[in-house]
């Protein structure tokens, strides 16, 4: 898929099959999220694959935006490690950039996935980092929930002329 046509196509798609993903589909998928740019290129993102049924079902007991969790291939934990990059800003920058790509490669291959927020509502990182068992240092960032889409949605352009300012507001 042209990368102009998976920007301009990708959607949040929030039902899924029940299907697991390909191993070489996460794999990809992975990957794509750690070629995503980093400030002075500390590269602070660390990635925790949730496939098991129990933990999935807390996440999505906790988290009222991820109940389509259970139905989907995984959910995929963006974390940011606070010793690669103790400027919290660009560390959420570094790993949200992470998951755009995340997300854009989910959709060229053809799979459906959303970006469900973590950071920084903590009745959500909180239960994240026990649910998890993350170290102190890492921070739950956000979660891209991954599988075999059961939903088609239309495009939308989003571009809007009058939120475009050039030189000064």
Known sequence: MDIL???????????YTGESIKEEDLKTILKAGFQAPSAHNYQPREYVVVRDKDIIEKISEFHKYAKMLPKAGCGIIVCGDKTKQPEIGFLVEDCSASIQNMLLAAHGLGLGAVWCGLYSVEELTEPMTDVLELPEHIIPIGMVVVGVKDEGK???????????????W
């Open 154 to 168: 239309r495009t939308i352009d989003r571009y809007d002329e009058s939120k475009v300012h050039f030189d000064k």
């Open 5 to 15: 046509e998976a920007i301009m196509t990708r959607r949040s798609i929030r039902k």
